[in-house]
């Protein structure tokens, strides 16, 4: 079966720090997957998806970037980190193609202080 | 892009009612998909639809995709406290995936 790890569960980085947030997949290959932030009490705003290694498309102009250096890998990551980063981030997979449904991991609280 | 409306943006009811909630949009959806979230956790998929008209239920779900392709509902029967969390709408299409802004609901014994 299918799962999705996503790390670290919780991460404090002061303001100017870099990030590096990590999401694999097992079980399935080429999925698409996606990264998603939540602000606290709101819905999901998604950041990045991709649908191949290499392949990434950014939906929100922002201080973040991703990377997908292998099939089941995902990398979410900033140079310098800036208070308004701090959020509850979500990784998610799907099998791709003409609308299927997404599983996501357990999320990484960030606080930026 | 796409946005989802979802309403209402939260819920107080109390153990045994049945609750509604619905999203809707301007633009066409391949698949509506409900989500519920606990505290601290990733949402779990609760339901998917893939079809205009389609009605699914999961034990005391039920959720159906609008005809117009452009909004869904989802129902829950006779509440119970477990059912306490934020239930969000995604609608996608084709490799993309668009969340409503979620609904809040409290149970009250």
């Known amino acids: 079966s299918q799962t999705i790890h996503q790390w670290p569960a919780t991460l404090v980085q002061p303001v100017g720090s870099p990030l590096s947030l990590e999401c694999t997949v097992e079980g399935t290959s080429n999925p698409n997957l996606y990264w998603y932030r939540q602000a606290a009490g709101r819905g999901l705003q998604l950041l990045f998806y991709s649908v191949g290694i290499g392949q990434i498309s950014s939906e929100v102009p922002q201080n973040l970037s991703a990377s997908r250096p292998q099939d089941r890998q995902f990398i979410l990551s900033s140079k310098k980190l800036l208070l308004s980063d701090s959020g509850f981030y979500l990784c998610a997979w799907s099998a791709g193609g003409f609308g299927t449904e997404a599983f996501f991991g357990q999320g990484t609280r960030l606080t930026v202080v | 892009g796409q946005q989802l409306n979802q309403s209402p943006q939260s819920m107080f009811i109390q153990e045994g009612e049945d609750v509604s909630m619905n999203c809707t949009s301007s633009?066409?959806?391949?698949?509506w998909l409900w989500y519920k979230q606990d505290p601290g956790e990733g949402p779990v998929l609760l339901i998917a639809?893939?079809?205009?008209?389609e009605l699914t239920s999961n034990g005391r779900l039920t959720a159906q995709f609008g005809i117009t392709r452009k909004d869904s509902f989802l129902n829950i029967s006779a509440s119970i406290p477990s059912d306490v969390g934020i239930y969000f709408c995604?609608?996608?299409?084709?490799?993309?995936?668009?969340f409503g802004a979620g609904t809040r609901l409290t149970v009250k014994p």
């Open positions: 995604a609608g996608t299409y084709n490799n993309d995936m668009r």
């Open positions: 633009s066409i959806f391949n698949t």
């Open positions: 639809l893939y079809k205009a008209g």
